[in-house]
């Protein structure tokens, strides 16, 4: 009577950990997006300031009486040349801080996997019983291949058998497995809920 109203509680989704490593990733993401957004509002502005609005300017506002006088305060080749530099750096600056961001970001990313995998080893290491040779008393002869490689079970082979359901698998097999998915195979029990 207790195990039909046994409540099954699925497994935290996301932990603690893992929560943070997603809000550091998204925060450098927006970074990123801003420094790209800004990047190009500067270069949308400096190809309207000097290709478009600087000769519309020239056109409409051409004063005989001025002569060279209003040239002279035009910038010259020279200095459109180093105004242009200086954007290329910009640009190159701000792409290697980019690229510096995304390898963070990388770091990141493998460190936030190496901790679940290593939290995930530890979990199953608690929540499994030790590996049992086939055949052996400690074992139901309740199937007669695993399900997972679909290979008999010979005598003496190493399996482990899963502790919610006892279903039997090889000992590779199983662990293969459940560093996919943390259920059985068969009947989707889970190991959390040992």
Not at 36 to 47: D, G, K, T
Not at 77 to 104: C, G, K, M, P
Request: aromatic content about 10%; overall charge negative.
């Amino acid at each position: 009577m207790s195990q039909a109203l046994k409540i099954v509680i699925p497994p935290p989704v996301f932990s603690l950990l893992s929560f943070i490593g997603t809000i550091i990733f998204v925060y450098v993401c927006i970074i990123a997006f801003s420094i790209m957004l800004s990047l190009l509002v500067i270069a949308l502005f400096y190809v309207v300031c000097e290709f478009v609005w600087t000769p519309l300017y020239e056109r409409r506002n051409r004063d005989p009486e001025a002569g060279d006088e209003r040239l002279s305060f035009q910038p010259n080749r020279e200095e459109w040349h180093d105004q242009a530099t200086f954007y290329q750096a910009a640009v190159l600056h701000n792409l290697r801080v980019l690229e510096i961001l995304d390898s963070i970001v990388e770091v990141l990313e493998e460190r936030r996997d190496q901790r679940h995998q290593r939290d995930r080893e530890q979990l199953l290491e608690n929540k499994l019983p030790p590996p049992i040779a086939y055949g052996s008393h400690e074992i139901e002869m309740n199937c007669k291949d695993c399900v997972i490689c679909m290979e008999d079970f010979e005598t003496d082979q190493l399996c482990q058998v899963f502790p919610s359901c006892n279903h039997t698998f090889h000992s590779k097999c199983m662990n293969t497995w459940l560093k996919k998915s943390l259920t059985c195979p068969i009947c989707r029990n889970s190991v959390l809920d040992l």
